[in-house]
Structures are given as C-alpha cells and as structure tokens.
C-alpha cells in the first residue's frame, strides 16, 4: 500500500513539476513571511540559500514573466482554495442536504427501521464530509477571538460540530421534549453533528436525565437539528463561493486586492494554523487521550485506556475521523487536480527532501489507519488496549500494538511538519501549540 502511495505521489509532483520550476528562483530568495498577528507564533525566518539574495517583496526577479515571491505564494493559495476549500464545503452543503431530506422521511415513519437505516448513514456521510472541513479552519470556519482566532473567522464551525466540548445529554432530551427551536442562539453543546449522532444512535434517552421524550419527539428533534445544520453548512458554502461572499479571492489575492490579508504570506501562516488541527486534536486527542496514552490527569473507567473520549463512539467512526483528517492535510501539502500544494513552496527553496519525508510519514500513518479499520477498527481497539506501559512503550518504539503505534507515527509527521518544514518557509504555529514539542 506503501508503494502505491508512493508512486501516486510521484505522479503529482511530476505533473505539476513545470509550476514548481517557474516559482523555483525567487521563492529561494524570498524566504518565509511575516508572522501571523497576535493569535499565532511565527516559526523564525529561513535563511534564504546562499547566492540568492532577495528581499521577500514579490518582485519580478527578472525570469521574463514568470510566477515569483509572492505571486507564487499566492499561486499556491489559489489552487488550495479551488481544488480543496470550496469544493469540501460544496460536499458538505451537498450532504448535510441530503441529511435533512433523510430526516424527514425519519420524522413520517419515527420508528421504522429502514427510515433509521437511512438516516444514520446520511448523517455518517455527512460527518465523514464534515471532517475533511475539521482541517480546514480558516477565513469564516475560523475562530474569531483568541487563542488562535484567525483573519476572517466569524466561528462557523462551532454551530457545525462542537466537538471536543462535552455534549449536554440530558439538556439535549429535555430540548426534544420540548420541541425546542434550534437556531444561533442555542448553546453549541446541544446541537450540531455531535446532538444528531446522540439521538440517532441511542434508543431511549439515559436513565439519568428528568426528561424522557418518546422516540417521535426525538426524531422530529433530529429534523430540527438537522435543518439548522443545513443552513449553516449554506452559510458557510456562500461566504467562499465566488457567485457569492467570495472569500476565495480574499484569500488567494492576499497581499494584493485582498482587503483582509496584507500579504500572502498571513494566509499561509493561518493555513498553517489550521493544519496543527492533525497534532492537536488528532494526535493528542483522538488517539492519545483515547489509548491512555495522554490520560494524565484523566479519569478514565479503564484501567488502560480511555474509550469515554473516543470521538464518534456511538457510530464507531472515530477512526475513520482520524483517517480523513491526515488524508486532507496530506492532499493540502501535495496538491490535488496536478494543482499546486505546499509542497511546491518547499521546492522553490530547494528543500524538496523535507516534503518528499512528509509525505512518506503521512502515508505510513494512513497504511497504519487502514490496517486497524479493516480490523476490529479504531474504537474497538481503544478498548481491547490492556497495557498502558506497553501502549506507550509501542507508541516510542513504532511497533507493537497498532492502536497505539498510529500515535508513534502522527507524531513522526507531525514533529516534521511543526520543525524543518515549518522553519524553512516560516510559517506560523499556533499560540496554543508554542510550547508544544511531545
């Protein structure tokens, strides 16, 4: 599987080697950007290579036309923002309508199962779309205030998926006896993708909660969650559409006409940010907390491991969670459709090896998913860890327990992306993550 990645890989960078060449030059004297504002930590500025002393201000760099300094940056911007951000948002206003339309017919026939059927593998398309969206946190998906509030951020994400803020279960029950309304004003712990995937995965609702809504009452709460969910995901999808707010030349014309980006090099440090999303959450969240082997401090039922913080333990999609989140930051490093990736930045200062790396780590870690998931899957394996000592140990070593040598390996990528990837183009890591180095 290993190879196949591979050879894919090469084909990419061969197809897309004639833009590489043209931004090679001036890209090597222009070195890194600036830092990111407050919200981030700018990595420090490379050193340009020797014999290529350029100022970093875009200029022509006398190549007879060709894409330079920051034309370049913006090159790479643009076809991230047409090739991968506009079309993952168009999919997920495309699924979370289907969503709705399954809810509906879920709300006609409450307890049939089909019309369950249904309706659960809508909303695990829906969450599957939804996760490529996870490491896509710039511009309106963006938080608005700190720490790490992004240019543009208006905090959409939030009212889409809350995660990992705790689900209210019991306020959720009572919203559905209720026939609670569900718009911006509703507290983000009850509703989203997170509410729906309760609802729709438990039968009758705990024992411990006061309310207790029939199963009528809490499909026709689905509906309304789902409507809601469907109008944000529109939302979202019209603040970047070109026909519409198009944010996606906000972004790709950074530095330029953009009236938010001073420079090209602002949104690259916010897509940056929005990357360490595979370190943060992926990482330490989904797979360290959940194996035990981030659990200090935690209480955890296990004596091992820590299945109560799997993401999607309900639908057992918590791997293929994982799965789609280092699939897009790979796609976002190498480009997809022969377009450009930041990969092609590397390039241009001659340190193709680092990406060349990167790559080979992200596909391991991706092999390694693969492998679990036609397994027992993620979830399962969560809960069958029964050393946390061996867990770790196979974490460090990269070979043991496969749950928990995935860890070993994100975490290789990751320390190669955070470290020479992110000093050689002087990108920005998030306020959060500064101090950050496991």
Same mark, same amino acid.
């Given at each position: 599987?290993?190879?196949?990645?591979?050879?894919?890989?090469?084909?990419?960078?061969?197809?897309?080697?004639?833009?590489?060449? /043209?931004?090679?030059?001036? $890209?090597?004297?222009?070195?890194?950007?600036?830092?990111?504002?407050?919200?981030?930590?700018?990595?420090?500025?490379?050193?340009?290579?020797?014999?290529?002393?350029?100022?970093?201000?875009?200029?022509?760099?006398?190549?007879?036309?060709?894409?330079?300094?920051?034309?370049?940056?913006?090159?790479?911007?643009?076809?991230?923002?047409?090739?991968?951000?506009?079309?993952?948002?168009?999919?997920?206003?495309?699924?979370?309508?289907?969503?709705?339309?399954?809810?509906?017919?879920?709300?006609?026939?409450?307890?049939?199962?089909?019309?369950?059927?249904?309706?659960?593998?809508?909303?695990?398309?829906?969450?599957?779309?939804?996760?490529?969206?996870?490491? $896509?946190?710039?511009?309106?998906?963006?938080?608005?205030?700190?720490?790490?509030?992004?240019?543009?951020?208006?905090?959409?994400?939030?009212?889409?998926?809350?995660?990992?803020?705790?689900?209210?279960?019991?306020?959720?029950?009572?919203?559905?006896?209720?026939?609670?309304?569900?718009?911006?004003?509703?507290?983000?712990?009850?509703?989203?993708?997170?509410?729906?995937?309760?609802?729709?995965?438990?039968?009758?609702?705990?024992?411990?909660?006061?309310?207790?809504?029939?199963?009528?009452?809490?499909?026709?709460?689905?509906?309304?969650?789902?409507?809601?969910?469907?109008?944000?995901?529109?939302?979202? $999808?019209?603040?970047?559409?070109?026909?519409?707010?198009?944010?996606?030349?906000?972004?790709?014309?950074?530095?330029?006409?953009?009236?938010?980006?001073?420079?090209?090099?602002?949104?690259?440090?916010?897509?940056?940010?929005?990357?360490?999303?595979?370190?943060?959450?992926?990482?330490?969240?989904?797979?360290?907390?959940?194996?035990?082997?981030?659990?200090?401090?935690?209480?955890?039922?296990?004596?091992?491991?820590?299945?109560?913080? /799997?993401?999607?333990?309900?639908?057992?999609?918590?791997?293929?969670?994982?799965?789609?989140?280092?699939?897009?930051?790979?796609?976002?490093?190498?480009?997809?459709?022969?377009?450009?990736?930041?990969?092609?930045?590397?390039?241009?200062?001659?340190?193709?090896?680092?990406?060349?790396?990167?790559?080979?780590?992200?596909?391991?870690? $991706?092999?390694?998913?693969?492998?679990?998931?036609?397994?027992?899957?993620?979830?399962?394996?969560?809960?069958?860890?029964?050393?946390?000592?061996?867990?770790?140990?196979?974490?460090?070593?990269?070979?043991?327990?496969?749950?928990?040598?995935?860890?070993?390996?994100?975490?290789?990528?990751?320390?190669?992306?955070?470290?020479?990837?992110?000093?050689?183009?002087?990108?920005?890591?998030?306020?959060?993550?500064?101090?950050?180095?496991?």
């Amino acid at each position: 599987m290993l190879l196949t990645h591979l050879q894919s890989g090469l084909v990419q960078r061969g197809a897309k080697l004639f833009g590489s060449l /043209l931004i090679y030059m001036v $890209l090597a004297s222009c070195g890194g950007g600036g830092g990111g504002g407050g919200a981030v930590t700018p990595a420090p500025t490379p050193t340009p290579p020797p014999g290529n002393g350029g100022d970093g201000d875009g200029g022509d760099g006398g190549d007879g036309g060709g894409l330079t300094g920051d034309d370049a940056r913006r090159a790479v911007l643009r076809d991230i923002a047409e090739d991968i951000i506009l079309p993952a948002l168009q999919d997920f206003d495309t699924q979370a309508a289907t969503l709705q339309t399954a809810t509906e017919t879920l709300v006609a026939s409450p307890t049939d199962t089909a019309a369950l059927t249904a309706a659960r593998e809508a909303w695990e398309a829906a969450m599957s779309s939804w996760q490529r969206n996870e490491v $896509l946190q710039v511009g309106p998906a963006g938080r608005s205030t700190n720490p790490d509030m992004v240019v543009g951020g208006q905090d959409f994400r939030d009212f889409v998926y809350s995660w990992p803020v705790t689900l209210d279960t019991c306020a959720l029950e009572s919203a559905a006896l209720n026939s609670a309304a569900v718009n911006g004003n509703t507290s983000i712990n009850i509703t989203g993708l997170g509410a729906i995937e309760h609802l729709l995965y438990t039968d009758v609702p705990p024992a411990a909660c006061a309310d207790q809504p029939s199963t009528a009452q809490r499909m026709e709460h689905v509906q309304r969650l789902a409507d809601r969910t469907g109008v944000v995901a529109t939302s979202l $999808l019209n603040r970047w559409d070109p026909a519409m707010g198009d944010f996606v030349e906000q972004w790709s014309a950074a530095g330029d006409t953009s009236t938010l980006y001073a420079a090209p090099q602002e949104a690259l440090d916010a897509l940056s940010v929005a990357l360490f999303y595979v370190e943060r959450q992926a990482k330490d969240r989904k797979i360290a907390f959940t194996t035990g082997i981030g659990a200090t401090g935690l209480t955890c039922t296990n004596a091992s491991s820590c299945p109560e913080f /799997l993401e999607s333990p309900l639908s057992s999609q918590s791997g293929a969670n994982i799965r789609t989140n280092v699939q897009v930051f790979r796609d976002l490093f190498t480009g997809v459709s022969d377009g450009m990736g930041i990969n092609d930045l590397l390039e241009g200062i001659d340190r193709g090896e680092l990406a060349t790396e990167l790559v080979e780590q992200l596909d391991l870690v $991706l092999d390694s998913i693969n492998d679990i998931e036609s397994g027992a899957g993620f979830d399962e394996a969560v809960r069958n860890v029964a050393d946390r000592t061996d867990c770790v140990n196979a974490s460090g070593n990269n070979s043991g327990i496969p749950v928990c040598v995935l860890h070993g390996l994100i975490s290789d990528a990751m320390d190669t992306f955070r470290g020479p990837i992110v000093s050689a183009l002087g990108l920005a890591i998030p306020q959060s993550s500064a101090g950050d180095n496991d």
